[in-house]
């Protein structure tokens, strides 16, 4: 664990469904069930699935905005899964969010200098002085004038906010930032140039991201390594390398089939997805993918598959994923 920054395992959130007139329990939604994996330091793990996979959830368990139902968090050697928020408000400073819509994540009754002096204040960081200076850095690391701070979020473009975002993420020099989903409302055009800054930063400041995202095409360019989950489960994560050019899951396969090719004859053997992610509340039974996988047999139906390493660094969660590797 020397060189890991944030190690999770066996990650698990569900929440209860209460109803009748006693307000009884009466189901659960499976949003997330034993994730495991670590992050090192400096690294990129793209986390990547459909809507409704629970890649959000995860995110945010492991900030501990929400309280984990099961399993184990641990940030650079130290468990943190039980910590109180005010035990938590120390490492905040070391780990961010950066949300899709920033729009909904700024307030908007506050100028951006306002907005961005806040994690200073919170954090108890700096003079009043040091804060005005650090602010004005922040803004031109982001690409944004000095005059900025004294306007409102919502003078600004989609992208100009999504600068905003992150530029409060970095405020406090965090070691991980939970990037989730930072370009997906953005036009085709701006997410580039949000992707870019988010990979200069990193290496300015040596930052650990989570990357999520809901296709493969997104997290390609940014990732060392990727995570594919669906309905609450990891199924695929490999090298970023490994999972484009020897992807082993039919889930994972059939996300790619859906990132346009120059050469459309190259994936055509690829089954696209078809139908919708079942419910979370009620997943199928054995492994999670069988009503949707075209290789499904009988024993799918019944058998959870185990995640397992069936290359080196390459983990697979499904009963015949050697016999499908080259498929
Ligand atoms: Fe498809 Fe069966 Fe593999 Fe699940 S275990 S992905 S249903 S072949």
Redesign the pocket.
Known sequence: MSDSLLEVRGLTKHYPIYGGILMKQVAKVYAASQVTFSLKKGETLGLVGESGCGKSTVGRTLLKLYRPTGGQIFFEGKEITDLSEKEMRPLRQDMQIIFQDPFESLNSRHTVGKILEEPFLVHKVGTPQEREKRIVELLDRVGLPERARHKYPHEFSGGQRQRIGIARAIALRPKLIICDEPVSALDVSIQSQIVNLLLELQKEMNMSYLFIAHDLSVVKHVSDRVAVMYLGKI?ELTTAERIYEKAM???TKSLLSAIPVPDPTKRAEIQALKGEVPSPRNPPS?????TR?????D???T?V?EFKEEATEHFS?????QE?KDQ
């Open positions: 199924v899951h039919p889930y054995g492994c999670h993918f069988h996988c075209p290789f499904a047999k024993v799918c139906r058998k598959p969660a499904c009963h015949f994923s499908l």
